[in-house]
């Protein structure tokens, strides 16, 4: 089974996760940091906004159960796509909403991702396509974090169930279970 990778940053790690996890043919999410100038970030030093991460995904997934296009399709759904450094209540670069692909024919899905997603938005898409750069998993305790304290997490119960219903909503066949 050939496995592939996306990168994708949609603002706040722990929702972008939660989105993903349980569908047919991903196997794996990890939170992580990408796109900065510093080597190993901390979750603090992100989360200051100077090094010039974004908190994203990376989904190792099986094309032959689920395509890229797919899973642009579920980013651009589930999270806004259109506000510049920002999701929610959360601001600033490292929130940013951003494509990070792994080939000439990632970026090319990506591109097309954005003009299809742009026929569902009334505002500009913003989302930024950016090369690939070195990734940093996050700290053990952002791992799967919805799965394990998200719910006593008030900040994930009012972030989370809605784009988690707005996956159910659009893309119910493609859920496990």
């Not at 970026?107 to 940093?136: F, K």
């Not at 305790?141 to 900040?155: A, E, I, L, M, T």
């Amino acid at each position: 089974m050939a496995q592939e990778i996306a990168t994708l940053a949609g603002g706040c790690f722990w929702c972008t996760e939660a989105v993903y996890q349980n569908l047919k043919g991903v196997e794996g999410v990890e939170s992580g940091y990408i796109g900065g100038t510093t080597p190993n970030p901390t979750y603090e030093q992100v989360c200051s906004g100077a090094t010039g991460h974004a908190e994203a995904i990376r989904i190792t997934y099986d094309p032959s159960v689920i395509g890229y296009d797919d899973l642009l399709d579920i980013f651009f759904a589930t999270h806004n796509p259109t506000t510049l450094n920002r999701q929610g209540n959360d601001v600033g670069t490292q929130y940013r909403s951003a494509i990070f692909p792994h080939s000439a024919e990632q970026e090319a899905a990506a591109r097309a991702g954005i003009e299809r997603a742009q026929a569902d938005q009334a505002d500009p898409i913003v989302t930024a396509i950016e090369a690939d750069a070195p990734w940093y998993p996050a700290e053990d305790y952002h791992q799967k974090y919805w799965d394990r304290v998200g719910d006593q997490n008030p900040y994930c119960m009012a972030v989370i169930p809605p784009k988690l219903a707005k996956l159910r909503k659009g893309f119910a066949a493609r859920i496990e279970g």
